[in-house]
T-cell receptor, first 117, second 110 residues
Framework: NAGVTQTPKFRVLKTGQSMTLLCAQD?????MYWYRQDPGMGLRLIHY???????AKGEVPDGYNVSRLKKQNFLLGLESAAPSQTSVYFC????????????????FGDGTRLSIL | TQLLEQSPQFLSIQEGENLTVYCNSS?????LQWYRQEPGEGPVLLVT?????EVKKLKRLTFQFGDARKDSSLHITAAQPGDTGLYLC??????????FGRGTQLTVWP
């Protein structure tokens, strides 16, 4: 019953360092998403994927890259970390496309807390 | 662009009180999802409303979708400390993504 697993759970980086956040889901979901959550801002979509090998930009994609080489994994990369990227990052997955009525729920991981010094 | 407006942003009440939080949009949406997020965890889906005027109940929580499908509300009866959390509404789009409001942070004191 793992659902959506995010690694690592916590990380502190220095400005300019790079890192990759890993998201894995075991529910055979087609859609996967990366969000960031900042105080008072709700959840903002960074990038998402509608299937293996596909990616698309969300609301706040600058400074991030993603890859979906395998259906179950969705990686979020920070090439050169900046203090503005200090946030809590959430990965989510779902069966079907939201907005089509009778939407499938998004299943979230427990987040990665990232601090950039 | 903030497609969904949630209010209030913060709500602090005593155990046993009733409360309502709102989710509004200037445009019609096909469906709306409500999530609750507890500290240190990811959001968890509470309910999806699809039909205008629809009312769904989940124990002490009542969810309503406006007739015009531009607004939704969540009413909690006799709030308990376990209801404490961030309540988020989210609407879908034809682009395969979900837009979230900024959330209502609810604190219920014993």
């Amino acid at each position: 019953n793992a659902g959506v697993t995010q690694t690592p759970k916590f990380r502190v980086l220095k400005t300019g360092q790079s890192m990759t956040l890993l998201c894995a889901q075991d529910m055979n979901h087609e859609y996967m998403y990366w969000y960031r959550q900042d105080p008072g801002m709700g959840l903002r979509l960074i990038h998402y994927s509608v299937g293996e090998g596909t990616t698309a930009k969300g609301e706040v994609p600058d400074g991030y890259n993603v890859s979906r080489l395998k259906k179950q994994n969705f990686l979020l990369g920070l090439e050169s970390a900046a203090p503005s990227q200090t946030s809590v990052y959430f990965c989510a997955s779902s069966y079907a496309q939201p907005g089509t009525g009778g939407d499938q729920p998004q299943h979230f991981g427990d987040g990665t807390r990232l601090s950039i010094l | 662009t903030q497609l969904l407006e949630q209010s209030p942003q913060f709500l602090s009440i005593q155990e046993g009180e009733n409360l309502t939080v709102y989710c509004n949009s200037s445009s019609v949406f096909s469906s709306l999802q409500w999530y609750r997020q507890e500290p240190g965890e990811g959001p968890v889906l509470l309910v999806t409303v699809v039909t205008g005027g629809e009312v769904k109940k989940l124990k002490r929580l009542t969810f309503q979708f406006g007739d015009a499908r531009k607004d939704s509300s969540l009413h909690i009866t006799a709030a308990q400390p376990g209801d404490t959390g961030l309540y988020l509404c989210g609407r879908g789009s034809t682009l395969g993504r979900l837009y979230f409001g900024r959330g209502t942070q609810l604190t219920v004191w014993p």
